[in-house]
């Protein structure tokens, strides 16, 4: 057991350090979005991060990203999003169908989100990645057990805060590269569109969180 704790802990930290890396390739940048590619060894999928500057506080970001149940909103391809177990008002399980055109199969995931605040710099991470078990294998779907994602939120003063997603995940099977390339492209311009609108319905926009301060 000690072992493969050991091994996790270890994964983690390498992906951690290949999200820190400087050698990412912007792709995209337009309507105040940037997406950026890098390779990551070992793997055939790169790995992508957003940033982006919201007219929004950390707090706001947190409840959107923790209202998983609401994700369809504004997830891109997600098919369902339900919340299997909330551990605490950080931290919580959930399940997940994106969906895939036919003839694909769909695929599903289990993640586990926590949220951690830095008590100096404000800044909030949000860690989420899939874990198995939870919720039995459905017929036709392909689970997800290798995600990892992250958000990292800055607040940056006059109510703005600059958010930044990286993610790199295996989804398992064998897909198309036209298929690839459209979640890495227009996948993420697309969720960070409907964040901007999200930010500003009633559930989110007057929101304060005791372990999330603004």
């Known amino acids: 057991m000690k072992k493969l704790l050991l091994i996790a802990l270890l994964i983690i930290s390498n992906l951690g350090a290949a999200f820190a890396q400087s050698d990412w390739q912007l792709k995209t940048d337009k309507e105040g979005i940037k997406i950026y590619t890098r390779d990551i060894p070992g ?9 982006a500057a919201f007219n929004a506080t950390p707090a706001q970001l947190v409840n959107l990203i923790m209202d998983v149940n609401s994700a369809g909103d504004w997830v891109y391809h997600v098919k369902s999003s339900i919340l299997i177990k909330r551990i605490s008002a ?13 003839p694909l199969a769909d695929r599903d995931f ?3 989100l ?5 008590p100096v710099t404000k800044v909030v991470t949000i860690d989420g990645p899939a874990v ?3 919720v039995p294998a459905k017929a036709g ?3 997800v057990n290798d995600s990892k994602g992250k958000w ?5 003063g006059n109510g703005q805060v600059n958010v930044e997603y990286c993610i790199h995940l295996d989804p398992g099977g064998t897909l198309p590269s036209w298929l690839i390339n459209m979640f890495a492209t227009q996948g993420p311009m697309n969720i960070f569109r409907n964040i901007k609108v999200e930010l500003q319905k009633p559930a989110y926009r007057n929101s304060e969180i005791a372990f999330a301060t603004n």
Not at 43 to 51: G, Q
Not at 90 to 102: A, F, I, M, R, T
């Open 43 to 51: 793997s055939k999928i790169k790995a992508l991060k957003v940033d």
């Open 114 to 118: 926590t949220v951690n605040q830095n």
């Open 110 to 112: 289990v993640a586990h």
């Open 90 to 102: 950080s931290e919580l399980y959930y399940y997940s169908e994106v969906s895939l055109p036919w």
């Open 152 to 156: 990292v939120i800055t607040p940056t």
């Open 141 to 143: 779907v392909i689970r």
């Open 132 to 134: 198995t078990g939870m």
